[in-house]
């Protein structure tokens, strides 16, 4: 029998990336997104498509526990906004916090139930190299940095029970997320900095997910792999 992957965010960008890996590795994919126009993967009968916007954080619940029986969680849809600091209404700050916080913490919940009665799960948070060092969109930063800490919050909590939960930290990507994100100028200095002059492929993301969620080791949790060729190293 299959296994089930929820990927949220998995119909563009790394998360398409993750969906396609996990199809080729024979798993039932879930994939929730708002929108699946020209999505690659409309007809495969191995993908299950869930049309939900995460920032409603109150229909959660209800949305897991019609979903069934799952087995990996990885918590990929995020946002991030073209607006400085002082510009940012509260609106926006409100919408990025329930997207990039809140969200994942209510998926982790909700699923983490059935992963406590199997004594096993694994999940992977989809964080950002924007946790660790200053980046234009402040808010962007503070939500995936308040990511890195909910997965050690809830190794804590969940690994002495089975659970296995990581993240990862990826620079740049080629996305339509960055290459539209107005960052052109501090995308080629970190470019430079790297040590292969480009930046990640999001491929290269994806494959990093699937071995967190499939094959690493169960001391490997809590923790957050970086991804970014050395472009912070400096």
Do not use: C
């Amino acid at each position: 029998m299959s296994k089930t992957v929820l990927i949220t965010g998995g119909n563009k960008g790394i998360g398409l990336a993750t969906t396609e890996l996990f199809l080729n590795e024979g798993y039932k994919v879930i994939v929730i997104g708002r929108d699946f126009t020209n999505f690659k993967f409309n007809n495969n009968e191995n993908v299950e498509k869930v049309q939900f916007d995460v920032s409603n954080i109150n229909e959660i619940p209800t949305l897991i526990e019609k979903l069934g029986d799952i087995d990996i969680l990885v918590n990929n849809a995020g946002i991030s906004n073209k607006v400085d600091y002082e510009n940012y209404s509260q609106e926006q700050v409100d919408r990025i916090l329930k997207i990039n916080i809140e969200a994942p913490v209510a998926f982790i919940r909700e699923i983490s139930k059935g992963f406590l009665a199997k004594g096993k799960g694994r999940i992977v948070n989809v964080a950002s190299q924007a946790a660790e060092v200053g980046h234009p969109d402040i808010w962007y930063g503070i939500t995936k940095a308040g990511l890195v800490n909910v997965t050690r919050s809830f190794a804590n909590l969940l690994g002495p029970k089975g659970i296995v939960i990581n993240a990862i930290a990826p620079g740049p990507v080629e996305t339509e997320m960055i290459l539209n994100s107005g960052h052109n100028e501090r995308f080629e200095r970190i470019k430079e900095r790297s040590y292969l002059k480009r930046i990640a492929k999001p491929i290269e993301v994806a494959k990093t997910i699937l071995w967190l969620a499939i094959e690493s080791p169960e001391y490997i949790n809590g923790e957050t792999i970086d991804i970014n060729n050395g472009a912070q190293s400096i």
